[in-house]
């Protein structure tokens, strides 16, 4: 890339959907042998790397555009979620919990391929052992089987995570009874996430709030769902529109997942204006004001613009 500096960025652009919420959203059609259809799908490696995965798994793919496609899994081809397939994309460990939830078994890779204490994923099988889930990890692969079937309870995350959340809200949907889950991630992309798998017959209630709890069902159905735009992606242009001296229409923005980021960038001096299509940024002072953020988990400012702020 070659990139010649000092242009101010002008007019309007179309924020891709949410790549973390696309990941475990095109999981949840593991759960099910009927068609689940995604539109807003962003066109991104780790995607790639994801589909590639469920087609070896059984999931049948259909490009409908190149934003949008089908997927079934009507059978399973294999329940093993090879290393080579995870060590591109650690958010493989998400097909964990509905292989176990729909199949009653799962051999998945560690996505470093050998500590366990990897990014959390001691959460997953703490929680899934709670349900019932054996498991043992030998070279470097995670072993679960729950010959009877998943059984609800309540789980504790000591952090909230939210790849957790995610996997044991799918593990948890077909499982007997009732789970709560505690500590849960608040994210807009786990709200977003619990409305998708309602969606498809699931309930599920308190997405959104720390206390998530899931009545298991019998089986879920086809749904069609569109992904929530990306809001790292929407505060970066944001960022680059201040920066710049420009003015920009960030279209599908959504205020409510940045509210303290757009406050941070206020305080700044970089003004924010929502309409019809989304949020307008420009910048109000000649000068950016230098203030002090503190990153947190939803709400507070979200770690992934630390960089870019």
Do not use: W
Request: overall charge negative; hydrophobic content about 40%.
């Amino acid at each position: 890339m070659r990139i010649i500096g000092g242009n101010p960025l002008n007019g309007e652009i179309e924020i891709s959907g949410a790549k973390n919420l696309a990941l475990p959203a095109l999981v949840t059609s593991l759960l099910t042998d009927q068609k689940i259809t995604f539109t807003n799908v962003p066109n991104l490696a780790d995607i790639t790397s994801l589909l590639e995965l469920m087609e070896y798994l059984g999931t049948e793919i259909n490009f409908k555009s190149k934003h949008s496609l089908e997927l079934s899994t009507k059978c399973i081809k294999s329940t093993e979620a090879p290393y080579d397939f995870v060590r591109k994309m650690r958010a493989s460990i998400l097909v964990l919990g509905p292989l176990v939830a729909r199949f009653k078994k799962a051999t998945v890779s560690l996505p470093g391929g050998c500590s366990i204490g990897s990014r959390g994923v001691d959460l997953h099988i703490r929680a899934l052992e709670q349900m019932g889930t054996e498991i043992s990890i030998e070279n470097g692969y995670i072993h679960a089987i729950a010959p009877n079937g998943l059984v609800g309870c309540d789980i504790t995350f000591p952090i909230a995570t939210v790849t957790g959340t995610e996997n044991i809200l799918m593990a948890a949907v077909l499982a007997k009874g009732t789970t709560r889950l505690i500590n849960s991630a608040m994210e807009p992309e786990v709200i977003a996430f619990c409305d998708l798998l309602n969606k498809m017959g699931a309930n599920i209630t308190g997405g959104g709030t720390s206390i998530i709890t899931i009545e298991g069902v019998e089986s879920l159905h086809e749904a069609e769902f569109e992904i929530i735009p990306d809001r790292i992606e929407a505060g970066t242009y944001a960022i680059a529109a201040a920066v710049t001296n420009g003015k920009v229409l960030l279209k599908n923005c959504k205020y409510e997942h940045l509210a303290s980021f757009f406050e941070t960038l206020f305080l700044a001096g970089i003004v924010h204006e929502e309409t019809e299509d989304g949020m307008f940024v420009y910048k109000k002072r000649e000068k950016i004001n230098p203030i002090g953020i503190q990153t947190a988990p939803y709400p507070g400012f979200p770690t992934d613009l630390q960089a870019q702020y």
